[in-house]
Nanobody
């Protein structure tokens, strides 16, 4: 599976950005997807996740109410809508796909559970 993330860029505080993640090489429709981010000097952290069907989503407390993830299994894509952006949201954002738990009804918050990773897209939020 190859994952290609896009949509990053520069936004002002309070603004919005929409990240997309397109999968190729294998369908991701039967596996949970996650979004992680890594700020300079910090560890990679879980941001959001969505089950294979899209029925359940999970968010880190820091983004809850501001970010929304969704997926289109027909198009093999996942998106992360980021609203009310804050300077502390500045980071490289990664999409990731699980590859071992077929149609799991839960989403893992640990990066070690994900088997496939996109290359990352930089989000910079200015104050």
């Amino acid at each position: 599976v190859q994952l290609q993330a896009s949509g990053g860029g520069l936004a002002q505080a309070g603004g919005s950005l929409r990240l997309s993640c397109a999968a190729s090489g294998r369908t991701i429709s039967n596996y949970a997807m996650g979004w992680f981010r890594q700020a300079p000097g910090k560890e990679r952290e879980f941001v959001a996740g969505i089950t294979w069907s899209g029925a359940s989503t999970y968010y880190a407390d820091s983004v809850k109410g501001r970010f929304t993830t969704s997926r289109d299994n027909a198009k093999n894509t996942v998106t992360l809508q980021m609203n009310s952006l804050k300077p502390e949201d500045t980071a490289v954002y990664y999409c990731a796909a699980e590859g071992r738990r077929w149609r799991s009804t839960v989403v893992a918050g640990s990066a070690s559970r994900y088997d496939y990773w996109g290359q990352g897209t930089l989000v910079t939020v200015s104050s």
